[in-house]
């Protein structure tokens, strides 16, 4: 590769290393699984750096390495036969009232449990959808299907989140913060 390639990837690399890392977590529930996801989604993107042309090409390819490498990830034997409910970390937040701390961790907590539940693909589609913020034609290029599939994956991802929070009998309504679905 050369120099500024280099020095171009090494930059990308810097800058996408922590958002990349949140991302995997928000697929695969495990700090040290993201991490690993992180590393192999780099190695790939070193690999095939010479076609990545621009920011916008960029984000977009970076999103879809990870999404893939978490995908193999999950389809490996071994994967299927762990238990991943291990203890959420949790960041501390020292602006604003404890009460309103406790009841975003405790959200966020139910989100993540409840997440971690839902099937890989759907689980995908919800993170890529309403975690990054991609449209359906984005979600579709970052996970290698067609826009309807994710409309019907995010249907019943949403569906399969709702079906856990009720089945674990805590109140919902923080979700919405109080609101009704209409």
């Not at 970076?62 to 238990?83: A, G, I, N």
């Not at 937040?93 to 961790?105: I, L, M």
């Amino acid at each position: 590769m050369r120099s500024e390639d280099e020095a171009r990837f090494r930059d990308m690399a810097r800058r996408q290393a922590a958002p990349m890392r949140r991302f995997a977590y928000l697929l695969c529930g495990d700090w040290h699984l993201a991490e690993d996801l992180v590393q192999n989604a780099l190695t790939k993107l070193y690999s095939a750096w010479w076609r990545i042309r621009g920011a916008e090409t960029l984000d977009r390819y970076v999103r879809r390495t990870v999404v893939r490498c978490w995908l193999d990830e999950v389809r490996r034997p071994w994967r299927r036969v762990e238990d991943r409910t291990g203890v959420v970390p949790d960041v501390a937040d020292h602006d604003g009232d404890p009460a309103a701390v406790g009841q975003r961790a405790q959200t966020r907590d139910l989100v993540l449990r409840a997440l971690a539940e839902v099937p890989s693909r759907q689980r995908a589609v919800l993170v890529l959808r309403y975690f990054e913020d991609l449209s359906v034609a984005d979600t579709a290029a970052a996970m290698g299907c067609s826009e309807g599939t994710v409309k019907s994956q995010s249907a019943r991802g949403l569906d399969n989140l709702r079906a856990v929070i009720a089945r674990s009998g805590l109140d919902s309504s923080a979700l919405t913060g109080g609101r009704t679905e209409s």
